[in-house]
């Protein structure tokens, strides 16, 4: 017979081995980068936030409240005022 280049007179032997060495690689390398940035993300900064001072308005004699409404209307409080002269007063 001729002369087969690469075959030492065997038959072809399929391998089907998973060859694992590929994803090791990976595996460690993810690990390396996971644990560089674990501690950069867990690094924590205290900050002192503003408390809510929000206080109701206290109702008094020095709280006038003076409203117009769309068409021209004025009120004062809840009294309806008849014209400028009202206001004035």
Not at 11 to 29: F, G, K, R, Y
């Amino acid at each position: 017979m001729g002369m087969q280049v690469g075959n030492e007179g065997g038959d072809d032997e399929v391998v089907s081995a998973i060859n694992t060495t590929p994803l090791v690689d990976v595996m460690l390398v993810l690990l390396i980068i996971f644990l560089i940035t674990i501690p950069v993300a867990t690094h924590t900064v205290k900050v002192n936030l503003p408390r809510d001072m929000n206080q109701p308005t206290q109702t008094s004699m020095s709280n006038v409240v003076l409203a117009v409404t769309a068409d021209g209307t004025a009120f004062w409080d809840e009294t309806q005022l008849k014209d400028q002269a009202d206001l004035l007063e």
